[in-house]
């Protein structure tokens, strides 16, 4: 199974980031977890897109906050799939780092999840994965009918309460 490559632009994101590797843990996905800024290291951030379908990545994550040019700065430099996570900072509540992340131009999509949805983008990872993994695509069948059933409870106490 490919791995996803998951990139924060600042230690401050891993409480974020933590929340998709967790997720990929509990489906049993490869991951790999780097520091590298959109503009402190971008040498480091453009090797390491460049190289990861060859490092045997299939996805890659990338976390940032505020003026949030990594997904972009990542997705400039490979044509595997990315997957933006804006991250709430003090400022805007990460509004700024939303718009930054979605406002992509043509011929360089990042796919953006909400404002810090980490398990979005694991979730989207592994679909991603799942096209050439059916152990996967069943993994993820399972958790959807898990939470499908988990809502019905609820539905049910709520009934049995009223």
Request: aromatic share 4%; proline share 4%; net charge negative.
């Given at each position: ?9 600042s ?23 780097h ?20 490092n045997?990545f ?17 997705a ?9 996570i ?20 043509s011929?360089?999509?990042v ?6 949805g ?8 592994c ?36």
């Amino acid at each position: 199974m490919k791995k996803v490559g998951i990139v924060m632009g600042s230690d401050s994101d891993l409480p974020i980031v933590k929340k998709a590797t967790d997720t990929l843990k509990n489906f049993g996905v490869p991951f790999e977890v780097h520091v590298y800024s959109a503009h402190r290291t971008p040498a480091e951030a453009k090797e390491f897109a460049e190289n990861a379908r060859g490092n045997g990545f299939g996805v890659i994550i990338a976390a940032a906050g505020m003026a949030a040019h990594l997904a972009g700065a990542i997705a400039a430099n490979t044509t595997l799939p990315v997957i933006g996570i804006p991250c709430k900072s003090s400022n805007l509540d990460g509004m700024d780092a939303l718009l930054s992340t979605v406002q992509m131009p043509s011929g360089i999509p990042v796919a953006t999840v909400a404002i810090n949805g980490a398990v979005n983008a694991a979730l989207l990872s592994c679909e991603i994965l799942a096209l050439e993994d059916e152990e996967l695509a069943d993994k993820l069948i399972a958790k959807r009918s898990a939470d499908a059933a988990a809502v019905l409870e609820k539905d049910k106490n709520i009934i049995n309460q009223i």
